[in-house]
């Protein structure tokens, strides 16, 4: 039986605060233009359909690649997290501000994971030296990353 590939999902209790808030404006709104139950459940089914929505066309490409990283596909895992992260250079505001536009309590911002990802993906696939470049990058960029500096001395442990 083939074990799990372990994820890091690291969240901010913080950043859940802008989700009920908005959940509580959407079914006020709700209750008052269509009463109770009915506006509770129009406001509720409007939070969902955004909240799910939003990260389903910005995070595409990152849920894309986590799919194929529980199954352990590492070459096809690869390309999502780079698009991945060339979305989210493109669009920087859509990742700083991802509590309030995708919904997301994410710690880490979506651009962090994609580069986190692709080494892990460059390590199953045996490239270190390109893995070791994207977990500097990532470093590079995001000084505080748990789990870019986890990769690396992980990386350095496997040597010595």
Not at 10 to 23: K, S
Request: glycine share 8%; proline share 6%; charged share 20%.
């Amino acid at each position: 039986m083939t074990r799990p590939v372990p994820v890091v999902r690291e969240w901010r209790w913080v950043l859940v605060i802008p989700q009920f808030l908005a959940m509580a404006v959407l079914v006020a709104a709700g209750v008052a233009l269509w009463g109770h139950p009915i506006g509770t459940a129009i406001g509720l089914l409007i939070y969902l359909t955004y909240s799910i929505g939003s990260r389903a066309l910005c995070a595409r490409h990152q849920k894309e690649g986590m799919r194929h990283i529980m199954k352990r596909e590492w070459t096809e895992a690869l390309p999502c997290f780079e698009r991945s992260q060339g979305f989210f250079e493109r669009y920087p505001w859509v990742d700083r501000y991802r509590a309030f536009l995708l919904m997301s309590p994410s710690g880490g911002s979506y651009h962090e994971m994609a580069l986190v990802n692709q080494a892990v993906c460059l390590l199953y696939l045996d490239r270190g030296a390109e893995a070791r470049a994207a977990y500097e990058k990532a470093l590079e960029l995001y000084p505080d990353s748990p789990t870019a500096l986890a990769g690396l001395k992980a990386m350095d442990a496997g040597r010595s």
